[in-house]
T-cell receptor, first 112, second 115 residues
Framework: QQPVQSPQAVILREGEDAVINCSSS?????VHWYRQKHGEAPVFLMI?????EQKGHDKISASFNEKKQQSSLYLTASQLSYSGTYFC?????????????FGAGTRLAVHP | DAGVIQSPRHEVTEMGQEVTLRCKPI?????LFWYRQTMMRGLELLIY????????DSGMPEDRFSAKMPNASFSTLKIQPSEPRDSAVYFC?????????????FGPGTRLTVL
């Protein structure tokens, strides 16, 4: 049930790009992306609701392919502040309610 | 908006002691979640409340763990007796209505260390 994220870790130089993938064996209705900085709580980045929908926040964008049951997070021209662990969350409808299941996370380190 | 409030931020206790973690969700939010985060197991959902009623507690590790939500503005997670393997960061999160497009807002977490 847990979505699978790849890669597990990424190391970048400032200004480089990265892609983080999230896939599920279950049909997806929505994908949620969160970022957690070291020692802090996860913070919501964006949610994607429709197949093929894309969203963006500054230089971070995401796509969602409902048919392929996967989502990708794109970080363009990375900044030092992008460092942290990125989690995708997929919604599972079970027992009459919606349950958000998080992936294991992708650790991103951006160096000067 | 103060966000989700958790207390204490840090707790160090000895094995066998009772531990109580507290959470105040964002005002107006109807759903509340307790998560546990460890390096080995990642971010695990322990229990989910909707309108103060426990909906799913399948993630609660064992009978030593219990959670209550006596009203819309307060929830507790209790561990009795605590064990070293309970050491983790415990997050409380709240959301507006628990729908599939709902956003969860996390509190700062409680770092629990059981010696």
């Amino acid at each position: 049930q847990q979505p699978v994220q790849s890669p597990q870790a990424v190391i970048l130089r400032e200004g480089e790009d990265a892609v983080i993938n999230c896939s599920s064996s279950k049909a997806l209705y929505s994908v949620h992306w969160y970022r957690q900085k070291h020692g802090e709580a996860p913070v919501f980045l964006m949610i994607l609701l429709k197949g093929g929908e894309q969203k963006g926040h500054d230089k971070i964008s995401a796509s969602f392919n409902e048919k392929k049951q996967q989502s990708s997070l794109y970080l363009t021209a990375s900044q030092l502040s992008y460092s942290g662990t990125y989690f995708c969350g997929t919604v599972l409808f079970s027992g009459g309610y919606n349950k958000l299941i998080f992936g294991a996370g992708t650790r991103l380190a951006v160096h000067p | 908006d103060a966000g989700v409030i958790q207390s204490p931020r840090h707790e160090v206790t000895e094995m066998g002691q009772e531990v109580t973690l507290r959470c105040k969700p964002i005002s107006g939010h109807n759903s509340l979640f307790w998560y546990r985060q460890t390096m080995m197991r990642g971010l695990e959902l322990l229990i989910y409340f909707n309108n103060n009623v426990p909906i799913d507690d399948s993630g609660m590790p064992e009978d030593r763990f219990s959670a209550k939500m006596p009203n819309a503005s307060f929830s507790t997670l209790k561990i009795q007796p605590s064990e070293p393997r309970d050491s983790a960061v415990y997050f409380c999160a709240s959301s507006l209505d628990g729908t599939r497009s709902d956003t969860q807002y996390f509190g700062p977490g409680t770092r629990l260390t059981v010696l």
